[in-house]
């Protein structure tokens, strides 16, 4: 089929989206509406000091949104992922600062915790068919026993802010020129990889974009990033932390999109029993997910306790959880199983702190910031729902 123009790609999109597959979409303009919003409520919302502060913030708990949106995309849910958090947190400043451990060797023991736990979970799974929300609510209350244990009587543990581990998740800024760098290099990155698959799409007969519309995309996303780190230059820059947090993103985007396991992930989530009937691995799929999914937790904990500098007996607790899973679904997941993207974990934890920090910067009080964040929730939940009854209608036509 011959390749189609930019026309030919926009009339596509807009086919997609009548019928129901609206991906990203409601959650980029929900998120520049927010930023409007709070923009012409109060400018500083998009100074470069408070847009840096933002970028830190959401690390944590982004990274533990990654691992639910791998649950869900299974259909599956994981209660625990706060405890998991701060229980990693917690292993990691009693061995480093109580043991007198390596940094980096408490690091690996603390994600090799979650990595356990994970297995644990996924054994259990697949071994008893107990439902993911029991087995993991179990899970929940028991690391959190465990976090207090490793606590013990002090309750908090200082981490040295001269740290290597405190440094990167606080004080260490890619210089001016590099970060320009990375906003060149990731379109460019882009346009070959799009290239390269495009052409292989044409050799096996299939159809294409065409040149312009790939480059097109590439030059938008260039043009994002640049003014995205120009403004975050003029004050410390782009954090290392935050520059691992996306590529983490993109890569289990890649993993979910591009690999046997991901397409496998996709399937199982969209239907088990005819994913089994087609040869998949079905309870190898869940184990690999529920260990990813606490290993992210684990990773989250440590970012939490290097941004902090401490852990202690309420590290993972208070809304880590809701926040965690309400960025995942918001940012576009499926709580149904079977569709979503890692961007999601990105896109979700922007609207909710964007909308913690604006409101934040308004002197609004907690409870209209959790009454607002609940309501953006259920706006993705029905906005879900529609779709899919959208594209199960347009099916059947």
């Known amino acids: 089929m011959a390749s189609q123009g930019v026309g030919g790609w926009a009339s596509a999109t ?8 609206l991906g990203s979409l409601p959650v980029v303009i929900g998120l520049v509406i927010i930023w409007a919003v709070f923009y012409g409520l109060n400018p500083a919302f998009i100074s470069s000091r408070n847009l840096v502060n933002l970028t830190l913030q959401m690390v944590p708990i982004g990274t533990l949104a990654i691992g639910v949106v791998l649950v869900l995309l299974l259909g599956e849910i994981d209660l625990s992922i706060g405890s998991m958090s701060g229980l990693s947190g917690a292993i990691l400043a009693v061995l480093f600062v109580n043991q007198g451990m390596s940094i980096w060797l408490a690091v690996v023991i603390a994600l090799a915790a979650g990595a356990v736990v994970g297995l644990v979970y996924g054994l259990l799974f697949n071994r008893f068919g107990v439902p993911s929300f029991v087995i993991t609510l179990a899970g929940l209350l028991a690391l959190l026993g ?18 290597g581990l405190v440094q990167f998740a606080s004080q260490l800024f890619l210089p001016e020129w590099l970060a320009y760098v990375v906003a060149v290099a990731v379109p460019v990155v882009y346009l070959l990889a799009r290239l390269r698959t495009d052409q292989r799409r044409k050799a096996a007969g299939l159809s294409a974009p065409a040149l312009t519309t790939v480059a097109v995309r590439a030059a938008i996303v260039a043009v994002l990033l640049l003014v995205v780190v120009s403004v975050l230059n003029r004050d410390r820059g782009l954090s290392y932390m935050v520059v691992l947090f996306v590529a983490l993103v993109v890569v289990m985007d890649l993993l979910i999109r591009r690999t046997t396991w991901g397409r496998s ?11 089994r009937r087609a040869g998949i691995n079905v309870k190898r799929i869940y184990l690999t ?26 590290s993972g607790g208070a809304d880590t959880n809701l926040n965690a899973i309400a ?12 569709r979503g993207s890692a961007y999601s974990a990105l896109l979700g934890i922007l609207v909710i702190f964007s909308i913690s920090n604006g409101l934040a910067l308004l002197s609004v009080s907690a409870d209209i910031r959790y009454i607002v964040t609940g309501a953006v929730l259920l706006l993705a939940v029905v906005i879900d729902s529609l779709s899919r009854r959208s594209r199960a209608a347009h099916g059947r036509a």
């Open 14 to 21: 807009w086919q997609r989206i009548k019928s129901g597959d």
């Open 146 to 163: 465990f976090q207090l244990r490793v606590l013990g009587t002090d309750g908090t543990v200082n981490i040295p802010f001269q740290s």
């Open 265 to 275: 992930v996709l399937a199982i989530g969209g239907n088990v029993e005819a994913a």
């Open 289 to 314: 997910v529920f260990t990813l999914c606490s290993t992210f937790a684990a990773l989250g904990g440590i970012f939490a306790a290097a941004r902090l500098a401490s852990a202690n007996q309420s």
């Open 327 to 338: 960025a995942a679904v918001i940012g576009g997941t499926s709580l149904f199983g079977g």
